[in-house]
């Protein structure tokens, strides 16, 4: 039996299975209207068995069943509808379509919260202009001065109906924005470029730029300066809270605000950060096979003539097709990049593969403001010996910035932000208070738990499940 727990590496960061491609899978009870099935010559051309096909199936009416709507995003007006004068002429962060009140009965958010879609302007990582979408979920009451919390979130996937904004619980549901909400907090979220909206201004195709963090980050700063045009009653002043692949956004925002400082930004929380794609590429080896393909649709628009061959193996394209044809996300992912021999050897080494992991690295650069960094030491997706040396490599060369380093032992990935969410509400909470920060970074501190390790869940076991019947709420 195949471990997935290595294929956790980067794509894969909050799948909890651990079955293989070829176990067979049964279907949840409800898939709702999603009935996909793989015909005959599909399965041909893929180049997949039986078995596979039927795995791949059922996580794809997963994943459907989970849709906040029940069409494609491809097929949402919100999401290909853009008003007649949004151009790439207009600056970034400009608000180019809003939803003021999102019908919340589609999703699986909290009681006593509100929800509104937007679409703004951001940029790719060239710096052209294109549109993208982003929730934000409004407390009921909010704290004093209506703050902003600006929120990155880890990978769902590399399609467009991988966006946050499209499903039914937001993807980190409790994990961050719920908890944010209920504490008082208005919270942006952006879907980032190529999750959500999948045209440009030209009608090409908007391809999602994964673990791209200096443009996820100016995903989030763009998507913050939107919200707050729209609603105008919310804190020019923000936070900026991110985790996994939206962990290493928040880095990198905090990296670029030594240089292009964004007003009203206070600072940044940076949990199980991405921070080293190329250290976490070369560590997973052949089990990395999700998380090359989510990269070489990535370079298709980065790099002109950038074929996806460069990265996987004429089987692994094979997959890679299939899998943007269904336009299935991270529950498809881990089926069907969980063989060996999808990937070239040494992928991570080409040009393009450096060029690009050069680009977005974090570490060793000035920071602007304050940054709260978060890392589990059980860490199977981002190890935490990686996250300690973009720290060291940021402390040796900037030793007075404002950097705070906290770790949990024996917690995993997505565990951490359970298991550190008394640090970073509280750390939370005195940026708006403008609580002074001491500069410098220390020794990281160990938080030890109040029982033995051993003792605790070790990972979520749960997915939150629309109800459909009365007795399912009382």
Not at 212 to 220: E, G, K, Q, V, Y
Not at 327 to 352: H, I, K, N, R, T
Not at 388 to 411: F, H, I, M, Q
């Amino acid at each position: 039996m195949k471990n997935h727990k290595h294929l956790t590496r980067l794509a894969f960061a909050t799948i909890l299975a651990t079955s293989t491609a070829y176990d067979i899978l049964t279907p949840q009870n409800d898939t709702f209207a999603s009935t996909f099935s793989f015909p005959p010559p599909q399965i041909l051309s893929a180049g997949i068995n039986d078995s596979l096909a039927h795995n791949i199936a059922v996580a794809l009416n997963f994943e459907r069943s989970n849709w906040a709507t029940p069409t494609s995003v491809a097929s949402d007006p919100f999401y290909t509808h853009l008003p007649a004068n949004a151009s790439s002429t207009l600056p970034p962060g400009s608000l180019l379509k809003l939803e003021p009140g999102t019908n919340t009965s589609l999703y699986t958010i909290p009681p006593s919260t509100a929800l509104s879609r937007i679409l703004y302007q951001t940029t790719t990582l060239n710096g052209t202009a294109i549109p993208a979408s982003a929730y934000i979920l409004f407390p009921y009451s909010p704290l004093p001065n209506n703050p902003v919390v600006g929120f990155a979130h880890g990978t769902s996937g590399g399609f467009p109906d991988c966006a946050p904004s499209h499903l039914r619980n937001l993807w980190y549901h409790y994990i961050t924005p719920f908890t944010l909400a209920l504490r008082g907090y208005t919270v942006v979220a952006p879907d980032y470029a190529g999750l959500g909206v999948s045209r440009d201004y030209n009608n090409d195709t908007i391809r999602h730029p994964y673990t791209a963090n200096p443009a996820h980050a100016d995903d989030l700063f763009y998507a913050v300066q939107a919200a707050q045009e729209a609603f105008p009653s919310l804190s020019r002043e923000f936070v900026l809270v991110g985790h996994s692949q939206g962990g290493g956004a928040v880095w990198s925002a905090a990296q670029r605000q030594a240089t292009r400082p964004v007003q009203g930004y206070l600072g940044g929380v940076v949990a199980s950060p991405v921070a080293d794609t190329y250290a976490l590429a070369k560590g997973a080896g052949q089990a990395g096979a999700g998380t090359a393909m989510l990269i070489a649709n990535a370079l298709r628009d980065v790099f002109p003539g950038f074929e996806a061959g460069t990265f996987l193996s004429a089987e692994g394209v094979r997959r890679y097709e299939l899998v943007e044809g269904i336009g299935g996300c991270q529950s498809v992912d881990l089926e069907a990049f969980a063989d060996d021999g999808l990937v070239v050897d040494g992928w991570w080494d080409s040009w393009p593969a450096r060029k690009f992991f050069d680009w977005t690295r974090n570490g060793g650069q000035a920071l602007g403001g304050p940054m709260l960094v978060l890392q589990g030491t059980a860490d199977a997706t981002v190890p935490a010996e990686l996250t300690d040396r973009a720290v060291n490599e940021t402390c040796a060369a900037y030793p007075d910035s404002a950097l705070e380093y906290v770790k949990y032992p024996g917690v995993d990935h997505v565990p951490t932000m359970y298991a550190s969410q008394p640090r970073w509400l509280d750390w939370i909470g005195e940026r708006f208070a403008g609580t002074p920060v001491t500069k410098g970074c220390g020794e990281a501190v160990k938080v030890e738990s109040a029982r033995p390790v051993e003792e605790y869940q070790p990972v979520p076991n749960f997915f939150l499940e629309f109800a459909m019947e009365g007795y399912e709420v009382a």
